[in-house]
């Protein structure tokens, strides 16, 4: 632990601006005054830093105290904000000896008393920086009701017992009500409170999913999805096996232009009507395309959410991820694709191979798009919105506002039926989705999951070999139960550590392997990913259900194939 707050001391990057800022405006302001007493008087008195935890992480609404030890009463305080920054302001200093304390539930406090030279720069300038400070971690009663809750919330949801919406619900309420019960006779119970669990839910992917399923159901009126089974059957010459990689194919290089959401809510629709028409389960066609969606998407900086976060924190842009992943994820999609066909090989032979001039007949005349009006307007506004995904990330505009857009867009356009597009909208994934970011919000806020990246980069010390080996099997099989993307979002940082600690990891390698483990693990469990969730929510509309035990058969595998082609296309690439 010493060894990772050095280095992190040692090399982590300048303060925020805003601190400079504040900073240097003070003493400014001070140095242009006539007369000390008059600067005080006039720009007051400013203390400001950030706070942050052991694996540089902001910490925010931690309370920052100015302690007056004479008067033994609190002579300033503020609250961190969403970056960790703080600034204490006051009219005037008070007099004796001075102490900052910082405290924040789930973290040891601390008292920093302001020593002569501190006292000297508020004294002669009015401001003073005290620069980054890191607060420790505590292991409360919280921390073990808030890790055995989550695991609850999984055993539960795998074994079948309830329904996962229902699950992640149960557990949600089990976490507010050990807070509000238990933190009423202990604060050491209280793991946070219901606006704090309102940060943990990612809104973007709510109402991107919420746009796109409205889109799609305004499309899949017009029959353009018919018209697409049929022409797959077509291509495929009625061959099961052939129709299963073609749309393995589709769905992984969509993928890779979409975000994953929307390639699934694209493919899910066409998929059932190919099953059905077929006589084949519809699930040995939708299962592969999901597993391809996760491992096509981090082909390029788009394509899953979890490259999006990587690539903005560590500066790889759209061609870096395509240059260095495409090959890897070649190589894992072949893996993946004759694993499939193993898994299948019963339900896909129930099909005889050739075509049915019967079935070919039925698919031929459900076929037809039955609103070309509709069709084209439709068609316009969903190209559009994908421009607005790729021309939005120029501008900082998350997926999900082009989406929504998109979707209002075609209500006023074509005027269909609200209701019947508002219950088009999968509300039992939606309220799963928020519900599960709350829960795992749960063990993000008492330090689970910061304690497991913290024992990952003790591990993995200096050897750039088994870095990339823990960071894709580690994270890769963390990603199986936890969702991927605040997973990722914890582990940037012991990426960041290791690439500046273990020779030869300048290359940016760990962080291509974070995101191939993210994404790749997300495919050992339904739960382990957005998409899964997203294609299962779908399925179960259309009478298809896609339980636990039949997505972990084909998933668990799967994940460690492609894993396995992940690592070694990572060793190659970077010349280890």
């Known amino acids: 632990m010493d060894k990772v707050r050095n280095f992190a001391h040692a090399n982590r990057q ?9 900073f240097l405006a003070s003493a400014l302001g001070s140095a242009l005054a006539p007369q000390k007493a008059n600067a005080q008087q006039e720009a007051g008195i400013v203390i400001t830093g950030r706070v942050l935890n052991t694996q540089g992480q902001s910490i925010e609404g931690a309370r920052v105290m100015l302690h007056d030890g004479d008067e033994n009463e609190i002579a300033a305080q503020t609250e961190t904000g969403e970056e960790g920054v703080w600034t204490l302001e006051m009219a005037r200093l008070p007099e004796g000896p001075l102490e900052l304390q910082i405290e924040r539930q789930h973290y040891q406090r601390l008292a920093i008393p302001l020593n002569p030279n501190m006292q000297q720069d508020l004294d002669e300038r009015g401001a003073l920086l005290m620069g980054e400070i890191e607060l420790e971690r505590r292991i409360t009663s919280a921390f073990w009701a808030a890790t055995l809750i989550f695991l609850g919330v999984l055993l539960v949801i795998a074994f079948e017992k309830l329904h ?3 699950a992640a619900l149960a557990g949600l309420s089990a976490v507010f009500l050990f807070s509000v019960i238990g933190g009423a006779f202990n604060t050491d119970f209280f793991i946070y409170d219901f606006e704090r669990a309102l940060t943990y839910i990612n809104w973007e992917v709510i109402f991107l999913i919420m746009g796109m399923m409205i889109l799609i159901a305004v499309i899949e009126g017009t029959g353009i999805f018919q018209w697409t089974a049929f022409q797959a059957y077509r291509l495929s010459r009625g061959r099961a096996w052939l129709l299963v990689l073609i749309l393995m194919a589709v769905t992984a290089v969509a993928s890779a232009l979409l975000d994953n959401f929307t390639t699934m809510l694209l493919m899910t629709p066409i998929s059932l009507q190919i099953g059905l028409a077929l006589g084949i389960n519809p699930l040995a066609f939708i299962i592969p395309e999901v597993l391809a969606s996760n491992v096509g998407g981090i082909t390029t900086l788009i394509g ?14 759209f061609q870096d991820f395509l240059v260095n992943q495409t090959v890897g994820v070649l190589l894992a999609l072949v893996g993946m694709a004759a694993y499939v066909m193993y898994h299948y090989r019963h339900e896909l032979r129930k099909h005889p191979a050739g075509i049915s001039e019967t079935l070919y007949a039925r698919l031929e005349s459900n076929a037809r798009i039955r609103d070309p009006q509709a069709l ?4 316009l506004v969903f190209v559009l919105v994908l421009v607005g995904f790729i021309v939005g990330e120029q501008f900082h505009v998350v997926p999900a506002v082009p989406a929504i857009i998109g979707a209002t867009a075609l209500l006023v356009w074509l005027r269909p039926d609200v209701h019947a597009m508002i219950k088009a909208v999968d509300w039992t994934t939606l309220v799963f989705f928020m519900a599960l970011f709350m829960v795992v919000g ?8 910061s304690m497991i990246a913290v024992r990952m980069a003790q591990m993995i010390g200096e050897n750039l070999i088994l870095g990339i080996a823990v960071i894709v099997f580690g994270v890769g099989t963390l990603s199986v ?9 914890s582990m940037l940082p012991v990426a960041e550590f290791l690439s500046g600690s273990i020779p030869g990891a300048s290359s940016k390698v760990l962080y291509y392997a974070l995101s191939m483990g ?3 693990g997300g495919n050992g469990l339904l739960i382990g990913g957005e998409a899964n969730l997203v294609t299962a929510g779908i399925a179960s509309q259309a009478g298809s259900p896609i339980s636990f035990k039949e997505f972990m058969k084909v998933g668990l595998p799967v994940t460690y194939i492609t894993l396995t082609a992940g690592f070694l296309w990572l060793l190659f690439r970077f010349g280890m």
């Open 376 to 379: 084209w307007k439709s068609g």
């Open 14 to 22: 300048m303060l925020s601006m805003a601190l400079v800022f504040v």
């Open 304 to 317: 899953t959410p979890t490259n999006i976060l990587i690539g903005a924190y560590a500066d790889i842009s």
């Open 481 to 489: 139960a936890i969702a991927n993307i605040p997973l990722a979002a």
């Open 518 to 520: 993210a994404a790749m």
């Open 442 to 449: 749960a063990v993000q806020e008492v330090g689970f999951i």
């Open 164 to 166: 996962s919406t229902t």
